[in-house]
Each structure stands twice: as C-alpha cells, then as structure tokens.
C-alpha cells in the first residue's frame, strides 16, 4: 500500500521533478549545535492526519505512540495501552496508561480514542484510512451505501471510564491487538481540538508520540519534529528528525551518498548496486510486502489451472531476484509473506520452482496459449526491468507472444485494474500493514476487502475459511493453514516476492532498526559519535 | 536529389563548372557521410542478417543469467541488464531512429512546402496568417509541448512518436521555405512565366518550388539528425517510446541507472546515435554550402 502511492506520484512529473530535485537537498546534519538529529528523505506527504495519511507512515509513527507495539522478535507490547482484553475475541476492553497527555498537554482519554475512530469512520469526513476501522459494529450506519449518515458515532464503541472503553467487532477477530499496532494509523487517537477543524489539524497535527511537531506543514517543504518533554514512553534515542520531501527517491540516495541526507529508502533501480556502494550503511528489512502475478481470470485464456501454474513455473524467481533486485527479495513460496506468523513456507512447492521444461510441457498439455500476452503494469514506478524479465521468461519458456508494457501513470493502470479493463498478466502487490496472514489474504482473496481485482478470484469458501481462521486462530497463525490450501488448489495468481524495504543512511548513523512492518524504528536509530 | 536538381537549374543559376554535384563530389567529408549513411541504412533495412553476422539474430532472445555480461565472445558489445544481445539491439534501434527520422522530417516538409509556398508567393493576408501560425508554435516549448502530447496519448508507437515531433518542428521549415520562395518570386524568369500568363499552379510547380527546395533539403537533412535526437531525449525522459520497442533511447535511458557498474550498456548506443546524428548533420552542411556559395564562410 505504501509504495504503491508512490508509484503513482513519481510517473508523469518527470520534468518537475528535474527541476525541483535539484533545491531540496537543504536539509543536512543539524548535529553541529550539539543536538541528536537526523534528516530523512520522504515523499512530500499532502496529508498528515492519521486517519488520511498514505505516504508518512514515517512521520506518524514518530508523531503519535499506537497502543500496541509489535517488536522484531515478534512479540506484542502494550504502548500507549496498559491492557488489550477480550474473552470471545468480539467484544474488546481496552485500558489506557495514566499521565500520558496530547502534544498541547490535555490527557489522553478513553473518550480521544471513541472520539477519533469516530471521525474516521464518519462517512462524509472521506477518510482515507477508514477501512481501518470498518469492523467495529455501527461502521456501515456512517456510511451508508445511499444518502447522509443518521448519526455520528459507532455503536460498537463505549467508553467506560476515562481510560477505559469497549469495541464491539462485526464478528470474533483474535488479530484485533495487531491491527492498532505502530502502522495502522487510523487508530491513532487525536486531541479534542482536532475535532473542531478538521483542515487545521491537518496542517499542525497534534499526537501522543515521542516527537511533537515543530512549524506549520507547507507542502515540499521540510517536516521538522523535535522530542516531546513529557513524553510518558520510552525516551528516543534522538532530539529531532527532519523529514525532507523528495519528488524522486533516486535523487534522496544520491544525497545521503553525498552525506547531505541520514536517512533514505532505495529505490529498485539502485539495489543492485547499494550493497556494494553502502555496505553495512544498506539495510533491507524483511517486510509484511508480497508480489504475485496478477491474472486475467476474466479472459477465458486463463480459465485452466494449468495455464496459470505453467506461468508460475516458467518464471525464474531466483535469477531475477538477484539481477534486478541485488538479492534483497525473496522468492515467494507461499502465499502470504513469511515475516507473517504462521505462514505454511514452501506450500507453493514445485509451482514456485524455476522449470522451464515442466511449464513448457504443462501449458501444451493444457492446448496451449493462443495470441500474445502484455503484460501490463503501472509507468514511471522504476517497474520496467521487473516485467520485461517476467515476460523475457514467458516468451522464451513457454513460446508465448509476451511483452511488457507499463500504463502512462498509477491512476490509468488503477482505473483499467478496477475496472477489470486488462487483458494480460498484471502487476499485484500487497504491503500490509501489520503482520498477519490475515492483513494480506484480506485485500488480496475478500471482495472488497482492499486491493480491487488484484487476484481477481473472489471465492465463497475462501471467504469463510478466512473467517473461521480469523476467530479461532490461537495467536501464531497456524489456523490460516487451510486457507492457503484452498488458494493452493486453484492457484489463481503466481506468488512472485516476499518484498524487504531497503534503506540506506549516511555516516552520521551507525545502525538502522526496524520492526515487523518493515520500516525504520526512528525512536531507536543509533548515532555514530 | 540534388543530382536531379542540379541540371535543371544550372543554366538558370550558375556555371556548369560550379554545378552542386562537382561541388559535392570534391569534398572528402561527403563521401565519409555518405558512406556511413549508406551503412546505416542498410543495417535499417537489413537489421536481422546483419545482428546475425555475430550469432545473435534475435533482439529479444536475452538470458537473465547473461545479465550485462562484458563485450567479447558471443555477444560482440556484450549483453544488457536483461541479458539481450546488445548489438542487435543497437542494431534494430537503428531502423527505429531512421525510421522516426525520415517520417517526422517527411511530414515537416509537406506541411512546410505548401504553408510556406503559399505565403511566400502570394504574400499578404495568407502570409500574415502563416506567420502567425509559425510563431504561436515557435512559442511554445518544444519539449513541455511534447510531454504533455505524449503523455495524454495513450499507445506510444513510432509512428505517434513523429507525429507529435512534426507537429512540434515544421514551422523553423515552414519559414525557410516561405523566405526561399519569396528570392525565387521575384526571379526574372518567375516573372517572364507570369508575363506569358502562365496559371499559378503551373509556375508554381514548374519555376518556384524546385527553384527553392534546395537550401530547404539542406536543413532538412540536418532536421532528420535534430529528429533523431529530439526522439531519443523524449524516449529518454519516459515519454517517448516504451517497451516492447527497440530504441536507442530506450537502451540509453535503462543503461543510465547502470552506468556506474556498467558502463558499456551505455557506450554502445550512444556511439551509434553519436555517429548518425553527426553525419546527418555533416551532410546538411555541406549541401547547404554546396547550394549556397556566397553563404560559405
């Protein structure tokens, strides 16, 4: 989901972002007066609030604490939370820790939380994030599939006492501690002056986190947070971050190479060569991110399971792995990410292995594959290596017609997706947001359930063994089990990567660290001295 | 030609000993031009038996375990990050480069010959209005201009690629034309066919434009290397030719995210584009001076 976004602002820009690349590289260093600070480069966000953000996860998770906190050992912590509990997995209390207060000093309460999720949730508010919380009993009344609203508030959500309230879930989820974990921001609590002007807020959000903003937010410019005094959680190891807005991420690489950034991501065209320019400064963190294949099953070319496991097997996981993207992927063997608790790795088997003679014979067995076959996927993304890889293979594997083209921007590849308007293998990939099996079968195999038409295989039985596993899963995800049996017999999209997020930073940090969401732990980065 | 040319008009303009062709034919630069252009049109023509003179015939046979091996051994230039062939790359961008070239500078020349013709013969409202016309497109940013163009245009062919470039470059052909015809209009033998009361079209076709398409083809060559150039600058940016064609453009803008590891996913392309473009316009010059003594330095 993240990178997605990005793709779809780095396309048509080109020229812009020639331009104005070369004037953003002001912000450097700020350690000379004797402060812990660090810069890092980011896509220029638009928005900040929690519920709306979809490019400043980074910025969130600095400006606001969540109530859990999901560690790299895989562990559940309580932040913000003091306890998270439920006895049927529907109803869940959750009790808050005393004396934690906003960024303008009033306390965080039970009613900031009820508050907030209501206006996330609130229909004509247009929240990105909403989905968020569409499981919390009383969602569909704000938003009504036709006409206003009758009210304003979830009937799922009670506050008790001041820090204490109650969620009642659409049906049992044993993941409800995960999903108001460090990178679903929707469930972020926000301030009561935030409700007043929703626009304001936007501009000068006010959170409950370690770092509290600094100046008023004026697009492309530079987000500078500082660490708030009365910060009730665990002190962070810096005094100020600045995030500094980039149009091309190429371009961030090149400054923390040139020592004038701390932090960037990289982007795909420079993994290849990132390890060997950055050495121990390169980080790729295992992240909850997984590419398939998407497949036209609309077109009737598609219908055969054997046709789409002869795609699967004729693509070379390993080789394109290590030439387009350095090594840093992994080649997918199930159908979840592996950083996912639970996930069956190597159920795919022999359908994820690179054998050309097998898919070959495969495909001829099925009668063949008639006409050519485009492969299509969003421009401007730095994609284009990948799928001219993938339809390299096919072409030569299988004897298929097979090209690669990308759309003119993210929209138009978005619009012809949703609209099932493509007649080729397409692009399909699902970051999710916290890790489990769950976050990722979700979008991929519930209609409507996030990422339109990404598999387009909506399925009955699918839908209820993600239920089932939802509500009975003891905790280590071993119940999504069957649900990757289900998808494994009809096979509807080759599982291409279980994705890593790559960072590089400057001499300034001596060690990167991050947590299951797969991005950087700003409140933990070590500085050299 | 020019060789066609030359004998009609040399009773008119010049000597028989200073004709084009002898001009031409003195010069060393000529031939060398001419023989690479002869070269490269034939690779254009030909491009499968001659990618296969090194044992790669096929553009897109590429080995991802042969990723951007070095040049030598089966692959002459050596291989791309996809492992293809990258001298039958090179050598299929070459029909793709000519082939933007010579239509975009085709289509310039019609639109120019006749919009120019007729303001520089007839003069007046219709030479104010493609004046105008000349200088609303002079005014526009070529490159903002085609951006946006290719970018709202859904399927980038070749074909689409110089329609957009033509549409942006005929007007510096377009005033040539009008200010060669305007010399040619006030010739004495214009005015002795007007005299004799020849109808326009007649002098038109028989007097005035063969009499000032020469210093016209002059550019025009040079355009086809200008061309070349503005289609690979465009490609390169991301908004000219995309996959699955085979461009220089295309090979240089892929290499350009490589190049420090590997450089000679770059040197190949940019060797050849290099080499046409120079001679393109090498050629242009010496025609033009070749038809245009008193304008040699």
């Known amino acids: 989901m993240r990178r997605k976004q990005r793709t779809a602002t780095a396309g048509v820009l080109l020229v812009a972002a020639m331009a104005l690349t070369a004037c953003a590289t002001g912000g450097s260093?700020?350690?000379?007066?004797?402060?812990?600070?660090?810069?890092?480069?980011?896509?220029?966000?638009?928005?900040?609030?929690?519920?709306?953000?979809?490019?400043?996860?980074?910025?969130?998770?600095?400006?606001?604490?969540?109530?859990?906190?999901?560690?790299?050992?895989?562990?559940?912590?309580?932040?913000?939370?003091?306890?998270?509990?439920?006895?049927?997995?529907?109803?869940?209390?959750?009790?808050?820790?005393?004396?934690?207060?906003?960024?303008?000093?009033?306390?965080?309460?039970?009613?900031?939380?009820?508050?907030?999720?209501?206006?996330?949730?609130?229909?004509?508010?247009?929240?990105?994030?909403?989905?968020?919380?569409?499981?919390?009993?009383?969602?569909?009344?704000?938003?009504?599939?036709?006409?206003?609203?009758?009210?304003?508030?979830?009937?799922?959500?009670?506050?008790?006492?001041?820090?204490?309230?109650?969620?009642?879930?659409?049906?049992?989820?044993?993941?409800?501690?995960?999903q108001v974990s460090q990178a679903q921001t929707a469930m972020y609590p926000m301030p009561e002056s935030a409700f007043d002007d929703l626009d304001a807020y936007n501009t000068h959000p006010i959170g409950n986190g370690p770092f509290e903003l600094q100046d008023d937010y004026v697009e492309n410019e530079p987000m500078v947070v500082t660490a708030y005094e009365d910060y009730a959680g665990d002190e962070p190891t810096t005094d100020q971050i600045t995030f500094v807005p980039y149009t091309d991420d190429t371009t961030a690489y090149t400054d923390v190479q040139a020592g004038n950034l701390d932090i960037s991501s990289v982007p795909a065209s420079r993994l290849p060569q990132a390890d060997e320019e950055f050495g121990d400064s390169f980080y790729s963190f295992e992240a909850p991110g997984i590419s398939y294949l998407g497949l036209p099953l609309w077109d009737e070319r598609y219908q055969d399971v054997r046709v789409r496991q002869a795609i699967s097997m004729a693509i070379d996981r390993e080789t394109i792995n290590d030439v387009i993207y350095g090594g840093a992927y992994t080649p997918a063997t199930a159908f979840t990410p592996a950083i996912e608790p639970g996930t069956p790795e190597g159920i795919c088997g022999e359908l994820c292995e690179y054998d050309p003679e097998a898919a070959k014979a495969l495909l001829d067995e099925a009668g063949g594959f008639e006409g050519s076959m485009e492969i299509y996927f969003p421009g401007g993304g730095g994609l284009d290596e990948?799928?001219?890889?993938?339809?390299?293979?096919?072409?030569?594997?299988?004897?298929?017609?097979?090209?690669?083209?990308?759309?003119?921007?993210?929209?138009?590849?978005?619009?012809?997706?949703?609209?099932?308007?493509?007649?080729?293998?397409?692009?399909?990939?699902?970051?999710?947001?916290?890790?489990?099996?769950?976050?990722?079968?979700?979008?991929?195999?519930?209609?409507?359930?996030?990422?339109?038409?990404?598999?387009?295989?909506?399925?009955?039985?699918?839908?209820?063994?993600?239920?089932?596993?939802?509500?009975?899963?003891?905790?280590?995800?071993?119940?999504?089990?069957?649900?990757?049996?289900?998808?494994?017999?009809?096979?509807?999209?080759?599982?291409?990567?279980?994705?890593?997020?790559?960072?590089?930073?400057?001499?300034?940090?001596?060690?990167?660290?991050?947590?299951?969401?797969?991005?950087?732990?700003?409140?933990?980065?070590?500085?050299?001295d | 030609m020019s060789e066609q040319l030359a004998p009609q008009q040399a009773p008119l303009v010049a000597p028989a000993d200073r004709s084009v062709w002898a001009t031409l034919r003195s010069r060393p630069l000529f031939w060398v031009c001419s023989v690479v252009l002869s070269l490269l049109g034939l690779i254009a023509l030909l491009p499968g038996p001659i990618a296969g003179l090194f044992g790669q015939p096929d553009p897109r046979a590429c080995t991802l375990a042969d990723s951007a091996l070095e040049p030598g051994g089966a692959h002459v230039?050596?291989?791309?990050?996809?492992?293809?062939?990258?001298?039958?790359?090179?050598?299929?961008?070459?029909?793709?480069?000519?082939?933007?070239?010579?239509?975009?500078?085709?289509?310039?020349?019609?639109?120019?010959?006749?919009?120019?013709?007729?303001?520089?013969?007839?003069g007046?409202?219709?030479?104010?209005?493609?004046?105008?016309?000349?200088?609303?497109?002079?005014?526009?940013?070529?490159?903002?201009?085609?951006?946006?163009?290719?970018?709202?245009?859904?399927?980038?062919?070749?074909?689409?690629?110089?329609?957009?470039?033509?549409?942006?470059?005929?007007?510096?052909?377009?005033?040539?034309?009008?200010?060669?015809?305007?010399?040619?209009?006030s010739a004495e033998y214009v005015q002795a066919a007007s005299a004799m009361g020849l109808r326009d079209r007649r002098i038109?076709?028989?007097?005035?434009?063969?009499?000032?398409?020469?210093?016209?083809?002059?550019?025009?060559?040079?355009?086809?290397?200008?061309?070349?150039?503005a289609e690979s600058t465009l490609t390169f940016l991301g908004v000219g030719l995309r996959s699955p064609s085979i461009s220089w453009g295309l090979q240089l803008s892929t290499a350009q995210s490589y190049f420090q590891s590997e450089p000679h996913l770059l040197v190949f392309p940019s060797i050849f584009l290099t080499v046409t473009v120079l001679s393109l316009i090498t050629l242009g010059d010496i025609l033009r001076d070749a038809l245009d003594p008193k304008g040699r330095s």
Request: hydrophobic share 40%.
């Open chain 2, 77 to 122: 230039f050596g291989t791309d990050l996809q492992g293809c062939d990258i001298f039958a790359n090179v050598v299929y961008g070459t029909q793709t480069s000519l082939f933007i070239g010579l239509l975009t500078t085709v289509l310039c020349l019609v639109i120019a010959m006749v919009l120019g013709t007729l303001a520089g013969y007839y």
């Open chain 2, 204 to 229: 038109l076709l028989d007097h005035v434009v063969p009499n000032s398409l020469g210093p016209v083809l002059a550019i025009a060559t040079t355009m086809v290397g200008s061309v070349i150039v």
């Open chain 2, 124 to 185: 007046g409202v219709a030479d104010r209005i493609v004046a105008r016309l000349t200088d609303v497109f002079l005014g526009f940013p070529f490159l903002l201009g085609a951006i946006v163009v290719l970018n709202s245009i859904g399927a980038r062919s070749p074909v689409t690629v110089s329609l957009v470039i033509a549409f942006f470059s005929w007007p510096t052909l377009a005033r040539l034309v009008r200010s060669s015809v305007r010399t040619v209009r």
């Open chain 1, 29 to 178: 260093d700020a350690a000379d007066d004797g402060t812990r600070a660090i810069t890092m480069g980011v896509t220029d966000p638009g928005t900040l609030t929690p519920g709306r953000q979809l490019v400043a996860y980074d910025f969130n998770m600095a400006v606001w604490a969540p109530l859990t906190f999901l560690e790299s050992d895989g562990t559940l912590t309580y932040v913000q939370a003091e306890s998270i509990e439920s006895d049927d997995n529907t109803t869940w209390t959750i009790t808050l820790k005393d004396g934690w207060t906003f960024h303008d000093g009033t306390p965080v309460t039970a009613q900031s939380y009820v508050d907030s999720w209501n206006t996330v949730a609130y229909g004509p508010n247009a929240f990105e994030n909403s989905g968020q919380v569409a499981n919390i009993v009383g969602y569909t009344d704000l938003n009504p599939a036709e006409g206003e609203p009758t009210g304003t508030e979830m009937s799922g959500l009670t506050v008790v006492d001041d820090s204490t309230f109650t969620v009642e879930l659409i049906g049992p989820d044993s993941q409800f501690p995960l």
């Open chain 1, 386 to 528: 990948f799928y001219n890889a993938i339809a390299n293979n096919l072409r030569q594997n299988l004897g298929v017609d097979a090209t690669a083209v990308p759309s003119a921007d993210w929209a138009e590849f978005s619009d012809k997706r949703t609209a099932s308007d493509i007649d080729g293998p397409f692009f399909s990939r699902w970051g999710a947001l916290y890790p489990s099996q769950q976050a990722t079968l979700r979008p991929f195999f519930v209609e409507n359930g996030g990422c339109a038409n990404c598999i387009p295989w909506y399925d009955e039985s699918v839908k209820a063994a993600i239920d089932t596993a939802d509500a009975t899963d003891p905790g280590d995800g071993s119940a999504y089990a069957d649900v990757q049996e289900l998808i494994l017999e009809e096979f509807p999209a080759p599982p291409l990567f279980f994705e890593t997020y790559s960072y590089v930073t400057s001499d300034a940090i001596s060690e990167l660290v991050t947590s299951p969401v797969g991005n950087p732990r700003l409140t933990h980065v070590e500085l050299a």
